[in-house]
């Protein structure tokens, strides 16, 4: 299991599966923390939780807790 949790955070825990894996992050991560945690901000990405898709402008709205299952695909153009 991957922690995304900071050497300062406090001794709680959200626990969320993120495309079939487990993580750990700080309780009241958002959508967004989890996409830039994995590297992928500014990028083109569709983010699903618990199979609701977030719009993109609620990524930093969208509240997290212990439970959530997280989808996050990026986008890849080509030919």
Request: hydrophobic share 45%; proline share 5%.
């Amino acid at each position: 299991m991957e922690d995304h949790l900071s050497s300062d955070a406090p001794a709680a825990a959200c626990l969320l599966t993120i495309n079939g894996e487990p993580r750990r992050f700080a309780v009241g991560t958002t959508a967004l923390g989890v996409v830039r945690a994995l590297g992928l901000e500014g990028r083109p990405v569709a983010v699903e939780v618990n199979e609701r898709v977030v719009p993109r402008a609620e990524l930093d709205r969208c509240m997290l807790t212990s439970g959530d299952r997280l989808e996050v695909v990026t986008l890849v153009g080509g030919g």
